[in-house]
């Protein structure tokens, strides 16, 4: 392996090249280090010429990326080889890092990024959790008489009902009347009988890759009615919302077009409703590749992060397919959530506070009618953890 | 002295023979693993390793597991069930295992875990709670039929108190374990699942969200292992240049033949880490 470090501006540029492994990657790290103690916090890695990444060297990547965050700054790579790319993708590093085709891309992205300022920076996540996402009106309704606000949103299925209102500026008050529009029982009444025939007769009624067992017309209906045509753009705190590739099953964030078409795609729970088409992609449930997306703040370089998530309750008895379908669906939901949490918790060079309120009662998909007793628990699962969020504020 | 190697092979079907090409290679150079873990296919070829079977005996011995016969009844099964003729339980499958197990019968008899030449451990999944379950004792025959119940295509199996399913589930390349067990080294074989385009019954569509899970599952838990272990983990990734369906095991000598070309690429430098003190 080999490194040769150039400056432009204050930035600095770190070529490396051949091998980066386990026996090479130490000198690497040194190489980094030596650059942020100097004071250069924000770097560009070049790893055009890097013919082998092994896992020693990626985390060694991961390592120097915590170092320069946890300093301020922020390390991005820039990489052009195929074989190097593939390493990356599937180490989840293109999730956490910033990866740019170009030096100079990466340099000039130094500029715009809205973290330029050295105030600290809290992000709330809401992840996949349908009718328990509304805790997360509770977690606000703490922070609020704190006066504690968010300077990024993210949201997933269900969760993403309650990031957009409240990146849209709308009131708690308005939030509480919003949900009991956007999820109640009428968006789930609407039976799709042609999806229930194709599976039954699928010589008769064709079964195509929109199946659903519920008809999205009331659904799309009561989203209209809250956030009409307004965009991302609209939003007064900046909003993403997480969803997932139907074909490839890739995560797919989105932060621009219509609030009503980021949502119906997030909430796409599989068999439930349908993929939504959009930007000439299928999309469906964010909760199929990233239930919980933390991996978004830890990006864009966020230092604390709210994260409220919830485990996809598992069906109590078993009586036909489809129940086994969706059985075995929120099994690996939940170990995927675990999963990405574990991840993110390694990876991230500041504060994930978990926020994962307990409900004695059980919650299932549907049942809009607990809303108020959930928003008691999330304010109270906020509440537990408020002391410390303020003593890292702080800090 | 401490073996420092060893070998993961991950769910993925008839994918999974790749690792006999790993095991190939490896002992060309004289390379030995202390330890091997396997999930779902992968719990096939990990448990002939770690019998000390060799690799062609090993080849012969499950060219035959999987030929269509195995999959008989499917279609009719599934009609029955969707239809609601027959109740369909946590119990129930869309194949019937007899076929299947007799064939798994054939190759690891009545073994258990502590007839292997190194430590084997298998994953599954609780079927009640989705965690991980590491099967290390008892007949390996069991173990295997835990570990590649498929959802809803085999039944889940018993073991002790404990319903299991396919280890994909929560765990489809279990990196953990040799974590667990202290090995610096680790090879790992692991595939995503295929993902077919054209979705024309409720079946595909159950199985591709399944692959999708799967994969999504892989990608994740690959990505933890790879930020958290203290040394070197190296996948195996072979290169398939035609489609190879999960269960076409007429190209198990192919997939062999390009796991042992994947293997080689890496292993003058699992050398160097085996030469390495540290």
Redesign the interface.
Known sequence: MKTEVKHVDNYAVVVVSESV???TAPDLAKAITEQITRGHINLVVDLAGVD?M???G??TL?GAVKESRSNGGDLRITSSNPGVDKVLK????N?IAKVFPSQAEAIASFGSSFMSDTKKKIALVIGAGSVKCAAALGLWKALEREDIHFDMIVGCSGGSLYAAAMAMGFSLQECIDNTKKLWNRSITQKRNWRALA???L?GVV????Q?SMISDGPMLKSFTSVFGEKTFADTKTPLYVMA?DF???ESILQHEGRLVDALRASVAI??IWSAWQHNGRLLIDGA???PLPVDVPIREGVDIILAMGFQSP?PSR????????FY??S??????LN??F??HN??HHAEIISIFPEFERSIRLFDTDQIPYVIEQGEKAMQEQLPYLKRLLES | MKNRLSIVIGSGGVLCAASLGLSKALHREGLTPGLAVGCSGGSIYAATIALGMDPDEAQRLTLNLFTSDVFEGYTSNLKSALSGETRFSESSSLIDDNIMYERLRSVFLAKTFEETVFPLHIVATDFYTGERAVISSGRILDAIRASIAIPMIFSPWKIGDQLLVDGAVCDPLPIDVAIQQGSDVIAAVGFEMPIRMRLNSYTAMTTHFNSLYMNNILKSTFAFYNAVHHAEIIPILPNFEKPVGTFDTQQIPYIIEQGERAAEEHIPYIKKLLLNPE
């Open positions: 492994d386990a026996l082998f092994s896992s020693a990626l985390r991961l599937m180490s989840g590093f999730n194709s599976i039954l699928p064709k079964f195509n890759n199946f997932t074909e490839t099953g599989p068999y199929a590749s990233n598992l078993i009586k036909s397919v489809s129940r086994y379908a075995i669906n099994l690996m939901t939940n170990n995927l999963a990405n574990a991840f390694a990876v």
